[in-house]
């Protein structure tokens, strides 16, 4: 079973960036879609970023024009630029990538944003 790991996460203050990386502990094919999720204390896990096979992304309201999702075109993963961060952002982030075999979700990592 392909593993995914998550790295980047951290302690940022509010305004502040951090880059979020997913690897994978080996070759995933036929991906459909890749994205990044979060979850914060006491919430449910959302959607926070998609890019799909067609290089279509999708995003989150609350981070619109903030989060960019790309593809590590080499690796086959998702990476996640986050800008102007705000407390809210605060979760834990997942890597999750998707193919007809189902679901490959990594284990996460915080991100914790101070005000």
């Known amino acids: 079973q392909v593993q995914l790991l998550e790295s980047g996460g951290g302690l940022v203050q509010a305004g502040g960036s951090l880059r979020l990386s997913c690897a994978a502990s080996g070759s995933i094919f036929s991906i459909d879609t890749m994205g990044w999720y979060r979850q914060a204390p006491g919430k449910e896990r959302e959607m926070v970023a998609t890019?799909?096979?067609?290089?279509?992304?999708n995003y989150a309201d609350s981070v619109k024009d903030r989060f960019t999702i790309s593809r590590d075109n080499a690796k086959n993963t998702p990476n996640l630029q986050m800008n102007s961060l705000k407390p809210e952002d605060t979760a834990v982030y997942y890597c999750?990538?998707?193919?007809?075999?189902?679901?490959?979700w990594g284990q996460g990592t915080q991100v914790t944003v101070s005000s």
């Open positions: 999750k990538i998707s193919n007809w075999r189902g679901n490959y």
């Open positions: 890019i799909s096979r067609d290089s279509s992304t």
